[in-house]
């Protein structure tokens, strides 16, 4: 009893605090002042960048793209170049878009995918048949893994507009299918 009582006071309960015979042949783990160049600089990714710098096989990451790809998305769905219809002298085009939902960017096997699921409610405007129209559009499930199976509901502000919502069930699919691979290619290239 009384040497374990001398050996706690010697050097404490903590067996790495102890006294060695072989101390000198451990390595000196004393730390080291970097010199000023020394010091390798940290190189920051792009905020949005999918793939990580330190994932060089490929693993599975996922990142929350959500806020980024729904103003993207509204961007591309109201610019002044992207119409729902544009045909025989009728052109009908998006003037304000609101999209909810959330959207990942994944990087799978050394390849960038970017999934979401959406909806959509925009409001159109332009001419149709030589007449002003205008209303609102809905679609409930914009999904990555589903660009074919939305449905489109157009609701036309008035009695001029019934034609052209009519044509907006048809001929807006191509447009927001596009407007999506767009938004995949906008968001996976940063």
Not at 98 to 125: C, M, N, P
Not at 135 to 155: A, H, T, V, W, Y
């Amino acid at each position: 009893m009384a040497d374990k009582e001398e050996a706690e006071k010697k050097g404490g309960y903590t067996y790495w605090k102890r006294d060695i015979d072989d101390a000198h042949l451990l390595p000196d783990n004393r730390p080291q002042k970097l010199d000023e160049g020394g010091a390798a600089p940290a190189q920051d990714a792009p905020k949005d960048a999918v793939g990580s710098s330190w994932n060089s096989a490929g693993t599975w990451e996922e990142k929350d793209m959500s806020v980024t790809a729904r103003a993207e998305l509204e961007k591309i769905l109201t610019d002044e170049s992207f119409s729902l219809i544009d045909a025989d002298g009728n052109k009908v085009r998006g003037v304000t878009a609101t999209v909810t939902g959330d959207s990942q960017a994944y990087h799978i096997r050394g390849r960038s995918r970017l999934g979401y699921e959406f909806k959509v409610k925009l409001t159109w405007k332009g001419s149709f048949d030589g007449k002003e129209v205008s209303g609102e559009l809905d679609i409930q499930d914009l999904d990555s893994s589903d660009l074919d199976g939305f449905d489109i509901r157009p609701k036309p502000k008035n009695a001029d507009s019934k034609s052209a919502a009519e044509a907006l069930k048809k001929s807006a699919r191509p447009a927001v299918k596009k407007a999506a691979e767009l938004l995949s290619q906008r968001l996976l290239a940063r």
